[in-house]
């Protein structure tokens, strides 16, 4: 049974930073394309950023130069830095495999940015 466990988010000003990370079970994460995807309050769940096997980084372009992504394979972790924050980077976080898999969906972490 694979699951995955975010952390990492809160509040914090426009500006600030955050760190958010994803453990995971049941599956190895090096082997698999990993991503973040967050959904903010009536929107559609997005993807932002992109892990592959081979460690590739893709962004979306809202979080491009701000966000990185990266990978602990000895900690089957994948974290997410956060810079630069803007309030319309508010929502709840997520990751799950690139392309996404229905029961492999978390709790997520909430970001909140304040202005």
């Known amino acids: 049974q694979v699951q995955l466990v975010e952390s990492g988010g809160g509040l914090v000003q426009a500006g600030g930073s955050l760190r958010l990370s994803c453990a995971g079970s049941?599956?190895?994460?090096?082997?698999?394309?990993m991503g973040w995807y967050r959904q903010a309050p009536g929107k559609q769940r997005e993807l932002v950023a992109t892990?592959?096997?081979?460690?590739?980084?893709t962004y979306a372009n809202s979080v491009k130069g701000r966000f990185t992504i990266s990978r602990d394979n000895a900690k089957n972790t994948v974290y997410l830095q956060m810079g630069s924050l803007k309030p319309e980077d508010t929502a709840v976080y997520y990751c799950?495999?690139?392309?996404?898999?229905?029961?492999?969906w978390g709790q997520g972490t909430q970001v909140t940015v304040s202005s």
């Open positions: 799950n495999t690139v392309p996404s898999i229905t029961n492999y």
């Open positions: 049941g599956i190895i994460f090096r082997i698999n394309a």
């Open positions: 892990i592959t096997s081979f460690g590739t980084t």
